[in-house]
């Protein structure tokens, strides 16, 4: 892990606290992209909660079923240095930085 975070120093010019990761529901997936590269554990995968489903969309609903309605969530924000990192591996395009 040393190594990974020495490798973004250079691309997190931010200090914490910053920038935050927002997360769309209605793309996100779960496939925990983010969960892997982020080098300052900002991400956690965990099951969407029912009372978050009911704003989303007919296709959303039907993707989130299909995978279990697992999501990535940005359980540590407050950690994000904003490299960007997250924002390059998510498959979806489901996150966005944006300043707290």
Known sequence: MAEALSK?????????????????????????DCVVICPYEVFELDILPPE??????????????INGWKQSFAVNADACRACGLCVSACPEKAITLTRV
């Open 8 to 32: 973004t120093d250079d691309a997190c010019k931010h200090e914490p606290g910053i920038f935050a990761p927002v997360i769309d529901r209605a793309r996100c997936e779960g496939k925990a």
């Open 52 to 65: 978050d489903r009911k704003g989303l969309g007919a296709l959303a609903k039907v993707k989130g079923f």
